[in-house]
């Protein structure tokens, strides 16, 4: 999940909080294209692809996640976390160097 945030960041030096909340629903919807592509691809009276079953559980993890005020991730509204996030090389140990806060979709 780091990874796919560290990723996607621009040249911003912070996000306010309405630009961060944005970004943590594009990341639950970031399979949306595939999710539809596959119920298409779906026939009758047939079971679901194992992939298509995966994605819809992802994103439901993730929608409850936000909404209920339990997605962490890096605190983006501070100029010092965004600056730490964008030089982490991706190490697992060092995840607690960096200031994770849940966030919370209204």
Same mark, same amino acid.
């Given at each position: ?8 960041? *621009? ?7 309405? *630009?961060?909340? *944005? ?51 890096? *605190? ?31």
């Amino acid at each position: 999940k780091l990874t796919w945030f560290q990723m996607q960041l *621009d040249e911003r030096p912070f996000y306010a909080m309405t *630009d961060a909340l *944005d970004f943590m629903v594009e990341y639950v919807e970031r399979n949306e294209e595939e999710i539809k592509s596959l119920e298409s691809e779906c026939r009758a009276n047939r079971p679901i692809p194992a992939r298509l079953s995966l994605l819809q559980t992802l994103r439901k993890k993730d929608q409850e996640e936000l909404h209920s005020g339990i997605f962490e991730m890096v *605190d983006l509204t501070s100029v010092k976390c965004v600056k730490a996030f964008r030089e982490w090389s991706g190490d697992y140990n060092a995840i607690p160097l960096l200031k994770i806060i849940k966030y919370k979709r209204q």
